[in-house]
């Protein structure tokens, strides 16, 4: 049998898993906060929609730094 190298697409798939589930916590989510019918959109409901997606994408940036750390070998 031949060795297969499996190289693992982890900010890839981070990447996408974050797309997913912002899309769904901003639909979700956002649509109980942000009033639409306002003129001038309220702060705290943009500010508790959004900050949540950016912390979900540096959580997972930093999961992928991690991992790929342990991936490398010692130099």
Same mark, same amino acid.
């Given at each position: 049998?031949?060795? $297969? /190298? =499996?190289?693992?697409? !982890? ?8 797309? $997913? %589930?912002? $899309? &769904?916590?901003?639909?979700? !989510?956002?649509? &109980?906060? =942000? #009033?639409?019918g306002n003129r001038v959109p309220d702060a705290s409901? %943009? ?5 949540? @997606?950016?912390? %979900?994408y540096l959580l997972g940036a930093a999961t992928v730094? @991690? $991992? ?5 070998? #010692? /130099?």
């Amino acid at each position: 049998m031949d060795r $297969v /190298k =499996i190289k693992f697409a !982890y900010k890839a798939g981070f990447r996408r898993l974050w797309l $997913v %589930l912002s $899309v &769904l916590w901003i639909i979700g !989510y956002g649509g &109980l906060v =942000i #009033d639409f019918g306002n003129r001038v959109p309220d702060a705290s409901g %943009l500010m508790t929609t959004f900050i949540p @997606v950016v912390m %979900l994408y540096l959580l997972g940036a930093a999961t992928v730094w @991690v $991992v790929e750390g342990f991936a490398q070998p #010692d /130099k």
